[in-house]
């Protein structure tokens, strides 16, 4: 087998909103003619979520073969180096089991115990006994999967065996790769039998997520991590296109990035970033609520999710959920991949055996297993099975099942429950969702509220000045520019304390339109009309306290 012409990879460098999942699928389609059937084409992301969204797609292509991969970079690893090569080279115990244990959790439970305060040089060689120790168990955390990987990849005879299978491996969200993934591509590279083609956008890099508390490893500044190591050996392209989000929004994310970006989604001809000046969530929801509801409904068609409230920790909007009716968006972000393992399930209860064993009795594959269940999904949710004897009566034939015996009643409730999950996402998909914004990442919706907990916080996400992004290594900068970007036609910003002077500065040097707040406006104040519409300036009321709205009023 030949070596590639070209070991140097290939990287998309594209910003939010140009569509870089998508964009992958079309490259990942564009190269199935030339796969050999010998060979495996492989798509690696980071979530499940971005995994299933990549699959749905390409199960649309009837050219999909059970040679092409799509997985987590942890499937990946585990599906081609550790499963095939850890028995040979005595890594692993024979019987193991892949968990996300968290260590970090553990370190803190040994050092509560010995009620003494661990240094992180302490710390770090406690955590590398304890992974030890599980993996002698044959207990394999899920964030040991890719050291192991490369640990096994430094043989050269196995990195051969590897990398002839892989003929095309296409890599999502590049930035997010640590310094682990950056040594198993480079193996890869190196072995010169596999095109590599990678995507990502360095803005949307954050050093906890990636590194946890593995600080001791993490790059000491933005320009070191693995991202741009990866671009001087690759051959780079710049998609700076943003198809999410109107001009207004694009402009203003564009202070924050090294390339400027031009959206296709075009002007709106009024502000679409505001600031809202009040600081208790009670009132900050309502104001964005207005604010998004002034948006004209053929703009609001673009999307489903409808609003999005973001901050810094998980629970931000958590003591005003209940009242605004804000659902955590953790719950909902797994209702596909949950979905999908029930229609499996519930495949697999009517066989009355697991989905492995269906599998091999039947003669297929994960692939095709998976499209089984996808296309089950599709026909409840297209209600053209509506009752469980319906289901029944099609598919038993399909999974060489004559009778379902005592399984009867059983399959039934299986398949309501099927059926009632479907109804319930059905509702959910227009309530609004919160986040932490760091797993916010990759999602868009109509309208996004961005809250900062502290003027230092906000200052931060404001800042400009590319020396102190680059030298920000606390993720803050750029955690505000990924809240920034999810929207598509509006963007609320809002901090839970007053602004200083300097901070209205730097807002206003945006050029973001303040909403001043409520109670300052006195009995005059008039509810907005919606975008695009004639407004008068309401007259402010003759007190002192008053503060006039800033930048172009609506």
């Not at 760091?438 to 996004?448: C, M, R, S, T, W």
């Not at 996400?461 to 999810?486: E, K, P, Y």
Request: charged letters at 25%; proline letters at 5%.
């Amino acid at each position: 087998m030949a070596r590639t012409s070209s070991p140097k990879p290939s990287l998309t460098i594209a910003g939010p909103g140009a569509g870089k999942t998508h964009k992958m699928v079309e490259r990942i389609v564009a190269r199935l003619p030339e796969l050999a059937q010998n060979r495996y084409l492989a798509g690696i992301t980071f979530t499940n979520a971005a995994c299933n969204s990549i699959q749905d797609r390409l199960l649309k292509s009837s050219g999909c073969g059970p040679n092409v991969f799509i997985g987590t970079f942890h499937s990946f690893a585990n599906r081609f180096i550790i499963a095939p090569f850890a028995d040979m080279k005595g890594s692993l115990p024979e019987e193991r089991l892949f968990c996300g244990i968290d260590i970090r959790e553990l370190v803190n439970e040994s050092e509560r115990l010995s009620q003494k305060k661990l240094t992180p040089d302490l710390r770090s060689i406690l955590r590398g006994r304890i992974i030890k120790s599980l993996i002698k168990k044959g207990v394999v955390p899920y964030d040991e999967i890719i050291r192991l990987s490369v640990e096994l990849l430094g043989d050269q005879r196995l990195r051969e065996c590897v990398c002839r299978r892989l003929q095309f491996l296409f890599i999502d969200e590049l930035q997010d790769a640590d310094t682990r993934h950056l040594r198993l591509f480079e193996h890869i590279r190196k072995a010169g039998y596999t095109r590599i083609d990678a995507v990502g956008d360095p803005e949307q890099y954050i050093y906890t997520f990636t590194y946890h508390e593995r600080s001791a490893v993490a790059p000491k500044t933005f320009l070191k991590i693995p991202f741009f190591r990866f671009k001087q050996k690759a051959n780079c392209t710049f998609d700076l296109n943003n198809r999410r989000s109107c001009q207004e929004i694009v402009d203003f994310t564009n202070h924050f990035r090294g390339e400027i970006l031009h959206s296709e989604v075009g002007f709106r001809g009024e502000p679409r970033v505001l600031f809202i000046e009040d600081t208790e969530l009670v009132q900050i929801v309502p104001r964005f609520r207005e604010q998004a509801d002034r948006i004209p409904a053929e703009q609001r068609k673009r999307h489903q999710r409808q609003r999005l409230y973001l901050g810094f920790e998980n629970a931000t909007f958590d003591e005003v959920a209940s009242r605004f009716g804000i659902r955590r968006l953790s719950i909902g972000a797994r209702e596909k991949k949950t979905l999908l393992q029930a229609s499996l399930a519930l495949l697999a209860l009517c066989h009355g055996s697991s989905s492995r064993k269906v599998c091999t009795e039947l003669g297929l594959d994960e692939h095709n297993w998976r499209k089984l269940g996808l296309e089950l999904l599709h026909q409840v949710r297209d209600d053209h099975i509506q009752e469980a004897a319906t289901f029944t009566e099609r598919w038993l034939p399909r999974l060489r099942v004559s009778d379902l015996q005592e399984r009867r009643e059983a399959v039934a409730d299986g398949f309501d429950e099927l059926r009632n999950a479907f109804s319930t996402t059905r509702q959910l998909q227009w309530i609004d969702w919160s986040s932490s914004i760091n797993k916010a990442k990759g999602l868009e919706a109509i309208a996004v509220l961005a809250v900062a907990s502290n003027l230092n916080q906000l200052q931060k996400w404001c800042m400009m000045d590319r020396t102190q992004r680059n030298a920000d290594t606390t993720d803050t900068c750029r955690l505000g520019f990924v809240a920034f970007s999810r929207p598509m036609e509006l963007l609320c910003i809002a901090c839970l304390k007053p602004l200083d002077n300097q901070t209205r500065s730097d807002l206003q040097n945006l050029d973001v339109t303040f909403l001043p707040r409520r109670g300052l406006m006195g009995s005059s104040y008039t509810p907005l009309l919606p975008f695009g519409s004639a407004v008068e300036q309401p007259s402010p009321p003759a007190s002192a306290a008053y503060v006039p709205p800033l930048g172009n009023p609506y």
